[in-house]
């Protein structure tokens, strides 16, 4: 894992947190907003799943810190529009006899990029 990582080592964090990974909807919903932010519809569509149920999951998945909202637009109408987007980039498990872990890379470094970026401009 690089210096971008989260460690979870708490049984009692880390368990809740695998549970809603191996989940197979979890799954195709993190690789679905990994590299681009969606709306729950796209996301929906993309995975062929039913819009509450893609909600239902969404709302979890924000819950336990896994997803967050990136973006909201406006759409023609007025409507609220927003953009969901996985905070890992990849996860890696470690099972002992004393211990579960879980080591998360995040997916941030392109806001990050776009954080110094900003400071940068700023500065002149």
């Known amino acids: 894992m690089t210096m971008n ?38 996301v929906s569509v993309e995975n062929n799943l039913p819009l ?12 336990v810190g896994i997803l967050f909202i990136e973006k909201i637009e406006l759409d023609g109408k007025g409507k609220k529009v927003v953009y ?15 211990q579960i872990l879980l080591q998360f890379e995040k997916n ?4 990050s990029a776009l954080v110094n970026a900003m400071k940068q401009q700023a500065t002149f």
Request: hydrophobic letters at 35%; zero cysteines.
């Open 52 to 63: 509450s149920s893609t909600y239902k999951k969404i709302k979890k998945l924000q819950d």
């Open 84 to 98: 969901y987007r996985s905070r890992i980039k990849s996860m890696e498990f470690n099972l002992s006899r004393d």
């Open 5 to 42: 990582a989260l460690t979870f080592d708490s049984h009692a964090t880390a368990m809740p947190l695998l549970q809603e990974l191996v989940d197979g909807i979890s799954y195709r919903l993190i690789m679905s907003t990994i590299d681009t932010p969606k709306t729950a519809a796209q």
């Open 108 to 111: 941030d470094i392109h806001m």
